[in-house]
Structures are given as structure tokens and as C-alpha cells.
């Protein structure tokens, strides 16, 4: 079988297609008048600008980051443009009916219709397209409930007070390279505030889609989960099949506050590049959510695409009985390179995580879960549970696991599983044997293996994930 | 039905069935017996194309159709049925979508209309009871933490959802209490209805006490080497194999 699935890795990736719509796009370097510039573009006020500046000064000092577990071509931080977007968005629409047909297009192709009518019914999406968000649907309706879904450069302009308030305050500016980066030169991003006591009405989704060449997305989100409130919001990412690679560094931030519930799912499908390595998404984004008092954040990531992955969706259990929960499938196939995983950070009293790891691994992939788990003085009576499992498709792959456990207090458990597996020529001869092709086989056993995690998505979403990997794992068996 | 012409397979570069010939009718249950390492499995391997089971020469056709040529999956959908001498497990996908995801495979490789999921849920819960398995096992794991008599009764079940020509049951009487015995041999017994055709491997009579076979046959170094009515099951009972040898070196001796 070993031979069968060395054969033939090569997948379509089916949003690689490019949309042919004019662009405004910056010329590639990086220095102060560049961020002026983007700051000029969104007619930001000035401390948003000072801000930028600030961040673009620590940045410049800062090493690129190089413990993970991957291998990459150094990134020429001068040959990336850091701005641009559709000339058609420089008046912008005000309704849909304003919007570029090119665009409309290239979402509809993307299985993502933006006419309100056509949507699935109680979701509720922001479009960013290279640098800018094309449009936020059902925002009225959303707004009679109080709740506040908007491209985060219209929040910046319309809610200066919250964002001030708790922009970088759970990344700082200068957590690390990439968030320094994205700090002085985000573009746009989703800005959700769910009010005191709300429970927001329908999921909040927002979808990214790099298209122009040699550009990077550097996408910013802000979730403010007011007390008592609950909100769901998912993620989704495509990007064109080119031989460049392109970089996407984001930074999510999310703020629950006391009894508040924050749950955030990814479905990542960037294009991963070739099975020899050549193109694709460099994906290093900072994700950390803080919980105050008796909230709970909920990670749920399905990442299937990119060609190299840095990622860590985190929790700062601050506040005391508060709940940090992460679960995690990551596909790796071809020539692609994962390093992910979570940090849960125990300081309140009986604070409680779970983290459920699955990553599978096939062709010449490798694939890393990296997981710390911090218990920090205060956090009596507190508890973790780490589950990590790896699933081998062929035998020229690697799964690798780095837990890290730091504990400051006598009283708090922290328990780790691991499992390695692989998929077994028995269980392939039993699926067919039973009439399922190859393909449906290794899908079916993949799916199987992901369950735990599966689960945790939102409905639509889950089948999403799953037609994705049956997607993603086609052309793994010869 | 199923007609097997000196057939020669090896595994791992070791010859392992030397020249098998079988022909087995519409509506027949054949029994094979033979010692361990005979190559039994090794049969049932090689007719359902699984990997590294090499056929070397000759042939084995089902209602006509070349076996050795097809897929793996498209033997499956021609008709062929194996039960597992040791079923392995798939973790997190439940008996029922496995099966699902089966008899939807095999009816539209035969272009036939595929089953509604209620009609199929209602075939899945039929099967279930037949072999008394509770419900539940639908939503379990494929042999996820069944015991082993569990196992076994799962592959007669999927065996009944899947309505194949030919069904090869290696060894699905082992490791069964005298209860489940009489289950999976109901089981099988179910199906007969003059058409569809039975392999059976076991070493035992008790299974061919519930399971009245047409013929029983004799497997011995890789091939056939004594074929006769259930009689000869009683025989091979009281006497073990020693007392083929005689007729093994004979058929040998034949042959040179
Ligand atoms: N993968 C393999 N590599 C090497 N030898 C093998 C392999 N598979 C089977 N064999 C050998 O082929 C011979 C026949 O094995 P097989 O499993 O067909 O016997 P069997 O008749 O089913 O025996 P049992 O009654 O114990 O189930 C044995 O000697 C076995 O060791
Ligand atoms: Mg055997």
C-alpha cells in the first residue's frame, strides 16, 4: 500500500483559481511612509497611527522567530507589497449592489453567496479581499440586538473607545516578530462586540481570501464578549494557486469577560503549495483569547491547507473557574509543514482546559503539535487535560509532539496523552473489501480519527471539514 | 457461480495455494477444512485481490466475470463477501456509516439506485437483531472494543446488509460461545435462499452440525486434496488429518 500512496500526490486545490479584478496595489517594501500610507488609506485618526509607528520600531529590533519545527526560504520583508485592494472599493459600496459582479463572483465560486437571501440562514459574514473588507452582511439586523459586526477599519473610525480600550491588550505589540509586524501594518479584519447578557442572535463568520501576487495579508480581529454574553464566529481562508509564496500573518485577539463564552472555529485552506514545495501560504498568526471570571473560550481549527503553518491559538485564564478548550485537526500532505498548537496559561483559581490534538500527516509532510501548558501560583485546584494523537498516511512523513509543562502550584493536575498511528494496510483491505474505493477508504479512516474534533464545529461547518480532508486527501492513494 | 482453476498464489515470494480447483453452484455451501498454515486464508486472501497475495496462474471467475483482473472494490461489488478470521478496528467511524458508505459504493458500482437512508436504517436495525447485537453497535466504532464473538457476529451482520453472491467466511465460528454459534449459523442459514453460494472455513464440525454443507473439502499444503459430502467432516473429526497424507502423497504422486 506504502507504494500506492506514495503515488500520485497531487491534489486539486479547487479555490486556486485567480479573480481579474483592477487593484490598487502598493509597491512592495516596508519602511515608515508605507505604514503612513496605509494608515492615510483607511483615514485613521492619529493615536491609530501612532500605534502603527510604535509597533513598526519594536518590530525592526526584533529576530525572526526560529524554534519551530520547520523550514522555510528566509522571507524578504522588502519584496512584499503591504497594501492592496480592488480599485472598485475605492468608493465604498454601500450595498451590494454596489459591489464589483468580479467579486460577487469569485465568493460565489468560493461556495460563499453574499446576497443576504441566499445565505444560510442565521450566519452572518464579513468579506475581506487582499487588504480590505468587501462587505459585512446583516449588520443592521445584527445591530438591533446591539451586537457590533464590522470591518475593524470602520470600528476604528465608529467605536474609537473600544478599540483603544482592548486592542493589544491580549497580543501586545511586542509579543513576537509577526504580531509586531501586523501591529504596524494590518489592513483590515472583522471587529465583533457582543453587548452585556447577549447571546448573539446567529454565527459570525468571516472569510479571507488572498488574491493579488506578491501581496501579504495581515488581517486583524477583535471579539469583545461582553459579561453574560456568548458568541460563535468562524473563519475561513483561500488563497490562488501561484508558485510565490505569500505571507499571512494575523493577529486575533479575544477579550471574554466575567460569564462570557467565546467560541472560535477555523477552517484554513490556504493553497499549500505543490507536492514538491514550490508555492503557497506562509501562515504564522498569533491567536489568544483572555478570559476573565467563570468565562470559557473555545478554540475548534481544522487546518488543511498552507505550506507552512505557525500558529498557537491561545487561552490567559486569568479570571478564577474560568475554561480554556482547544481542539485541533491538522492535515498535512505533499511537501507541507505544520507547527501548531495551543498555550493555556492557569493563573485564576480552578481554572480548567482541555486540549485535543489530532494531526495527520501524509506524502513528504511534516506535522508538530507544540502544546504549553502553564500553572501559575494562583491557580489552586486547577486542572488541564491534554489529548494528542497522529495519524501516518505512507511512511515518509513525520508527526512530532513538544508538550511543555510548567507548574507553580502543588495543587494543580495537568494529565497528557499521545497516541501514533498509523493507517493500516488491514484497515484499507477491510474498507475496500467492503466496496469503498482507496480514496473513500483513507477519507473515511481520516474522518474517523478527527471525530472529537469534528464535533466541536458548528453544524454546517463540520460537514465543511469533512468534504474539505476528503478533498485534501485526494490523490493520497494511488 | 465461483469457479477456481488451479489456482497458484504465493505471499512474501513463498508459494502457498499449489494448484487449487473448486467450483461452487448457485445455492451451494461448501466447507473447507485443513491444519493450520494450510493456506485457507491464504485462498480467501488471494480471491479477494488483497495486496501482496500474488496469483501466479490460473484463474477464478465469478458468474463468468474474471476475479483476478478487478479491484479489490469492484470484486466486492461483483458479489464477493469476506468475514474476517480476525476483523479490525476503525476507530471513530461509526458500524452504521461505514456501512452506509459501503452499500451506497456497491449498489452504484452496479448501477443500482441507492437506498434511502431510512430504508437503510431500517435494514441496518433488521440486521443488527438478526445477529442480536444491541442497537447501540450501529453507532459504535467499527469493532471498536467489541469482544471477539462480538466481532464476528458484526461481519455476519454486515455480511446480511450487503446481500453478496459469494460470501467466504474464514474461521467466523472461533472464539464464539455455544449461544453466538448458533447465531452467526442462523445467520448464514437466513441467507440461503437457492441463489446466493457459501465458502465456509472452520475447523470444526460443531459449526457444520447448525450449517448443513453440500460438500466438504480437504485443504492441505495448497491445494484440495480430499473433496466429499458432510460425512467427511465427521470423519476428519474423529481421525485429524493424519490419515489424508495418503491420499495427499497419492494426488502428488498423480500428478508426476
Ligand atoms: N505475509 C506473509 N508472509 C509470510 N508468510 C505468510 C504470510 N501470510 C501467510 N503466510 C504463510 O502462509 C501459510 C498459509 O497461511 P494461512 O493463513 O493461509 O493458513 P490457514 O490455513 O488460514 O491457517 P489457520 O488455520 O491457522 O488460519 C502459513 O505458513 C503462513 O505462515
Ligand atoms: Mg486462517
Redesign the interface.
Known sequence: ?TDQLDEALSREYEAGFVSDVESRTFDPGIDESVIRRISAMKEEPEWMLDWRLKAFEMWKTMPEPDWAHIDYADIDFQAISYYSAPKSMDDRPKSLDEVDPELLRTYEKLGIPLVEQQQLAGIAVDVVFDSVSVVTTFREKLKEKGVIFCPISDAIKEYPELVQKYLGTVVSQKDNFFAALNCAVFTDGSFVYIPKGTRCPMELSTYFRINELNTGQFERTLIIADEGSYVSYLEGCTAPQRDENQLHAAVVELVCLDNAEIKYSTVQNWYPGDENGVGGIYNFVTKRGICHDNAKISWTQVETGSAVTWKYPSCVLKGDNSVGEFYSVALTRGAQQADTGTKMIHLGKNTKSTIISKGISAGKSNNSYRGLVHMGKGSSGARNFTQCDSLLIGDKCGAHTFPYVESRNPTAIVEHEATTSKV????M??????????E?AVS??V??????VFKELPMEFAVEAGKLLEISLEGSVG | MLKINDLHARVAQNDIIKGLNLEINAGEVHAIMGPNGAGKSTLSYSLAGRDNYEVTSGTATLDGKDLLDLEVEERAAAGLFLAFQYPVEIAGVSNMEFMKAAVDAQRAARDQEALSSSEFLKRAKAACKQVNLPLNFLKRGVNEGFSGGEKKRNEIMQMILLEPKISILDESDSGLDIDALKIVAEGINSQRDGERSFLVITHYQRLLDYIKPDFVHVLAEGKIVKSGGPELALELESQGYAWLESYDRTAQDGEQ
Request: with cysteine; charged share 30%; hydrophobic share 30%.
Open positions: 500500500m493500516s494496510d488491514d484497515q483491505f477491510l474498507c475496500q473489501q467492503r466496496g469503498l474505493d482507496p473513500k473515511m479512516i474522518n474517523g480519527f478527527c471525530k472529537e
